[in-house]
């Protein structure tokens, strides 16, 4: 069941790891590089296709009051997506590792999109000063990048991770 549907979280923000469509990491290789997360991440639901490539992933994290949930996508429109980016970035800004990791990230062709959602908490009437700690997120993103040779990219802020 994803997230969207679960009253007890509330969807935060939506990362990406851009990668090339056969770098595509099974859903085993996964399992395997998020393992040593736990108990600070717990792997809820996995979905995998053919040859046990990963479809989708939901993952908890009880103490960031966080969750997250992955789907892969690939395609005309991931590579549209891309140039969409390169539209945006302002690469004068870039510093030299961002500028190489810019150069992975404009051949991809994949992706793997991270829904980041808040757990709530009851009488949490303030939004803005929620117990939301994106550490979780962060060692997830990198670890799927490491695994699929791809570029994690925080969209909100044109971050390169």
Known sequence: MSLFEDDNYRWRETYFVLFQHQDRPSATAIQEALRPLAPRVQIRE???????????????????????????VAGEEVIEQVQEFEKQMVKGTLSEDDQKKWERARACDARFDIYHFEQLVANDDDDD?????????????????????????DPQSGTLL
């Open 46 to 72: 996995m979905r995998a296709g053919k040859n046990d490539r990963l479809e989708s992933l939901t993952l908890v994290s009880p103490d960031d009051f966080a969750a997250m949930d992955l789907s892969f």
């Open 129 to 153: 000063e929620g117990f939301l700690d994106p550490g979780a997120l962060l060692i997830v993103l990198q670890r799927l990048a490491g695994l699929c040779h791809g570029v994690g990219v």
